[in-house]
C-alpha cells in the first residue's frame, strides 16, 4: 500500500468514526446512557394556569421560560440536573458582573420527593411561589438554579427559609448551556443516587435581583403584565407565582395551578402541585 492510500484508509475511517458512536451509545427513549432519566413537558404552556403573560421587557424572550424536559443524570457520587426551556437561555443582565452563573432572567426551583410519604416533607413552595404540594408528595429536598451566585442564594436562604435550610440545595456548580440550565449536587446531598420511585417537579420562575421582603428571589405576577411583572394573575399573593411546571397523565398542569382569589387577595384556593414519577 502506498502511504497516500494509508492515509487516504486513516481519513476515511476517522471521518465514518463520528457516525457509528452515536448509534452505539443512543439512549433509550426516556433514559440516558449514565442511568438517568427524562420527563419531557409540552411546549407553549408557559403561561401557568393558562392565563399568565411574559413581562413586556424584551429580556423576557418568547418560550424562554418554556420548559420542554427534565432530565436527571447521575455521574458518580454527583448528579446532574437539566432543565431545557424552548428558546436559548441569554445573558442580558451580564452575571458576571454581579458574580452570577452565566444566564440572568431564569430561575428553576427542582424538587424531590423521596418516600410520597403522607406527613414527610414540606408541602408549602418556595416563599414567593404561592404553591404548595399535594398531602402525600411534600418535597424533601429542592434544587435552587438560580443565576445568581451561591453567597446570594444561600443569604436569601437564611433570611427568608431558614426552616428549611437543610433540605434546599444550592449546586455545585450553575449553568447555562443553549437551552438548558444545568445543576450539579451530590447524590449525598440528595439523599443517594436518584431512584426510579423518587417524584419530581419543576417550578420555572424568573429571577428576580431586587424581591419583594419574603419573595425567595422570585417575580411576582399580576393583573396586567408590565416591564417587568407577569400579567394575567392577581395584584395579590392567592395567584402561582410560577409560569411552568412539568405535566403528567394524572398531572395536568391547569388543574394543578388552578386557584382562587378572596376579595382582600388572599388565597381562597391555592394552586397544588403533584409529583411526577417514572
Ligand atoms: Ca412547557
Ligand atoms: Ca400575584
Ligand atoms: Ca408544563
Redesign the pocket.
Known sequence: MTPSRARLLLVSVLLAAPAAVPAADAPAKGCSPEGGFTFS???G??DGPGTFTYPTDAVYKPGSF???ELQVVSKGDQVEIRVTVKSRIEDPWDSAAWNGNGFSVQMAFVHVDTDHQKGSGVRQGLPGTNVRFAEDEGWDRVVIISPQGPTRVNSEIGLKAAQWKDRILVPKVTRAEGRTLVAVVDAASLGGAPRPSWGWQVLMQSNEGFPAGTDFLTRKVNEYEGQHRWGGGNDGDCDPHVM?VLEGPDAKQSEMLAYECAPDGKAKKMATLKMLKK
Open positions: 413537558d409540552p411546549a404552556d408557559d418554556d420548559v420542554t411552568d
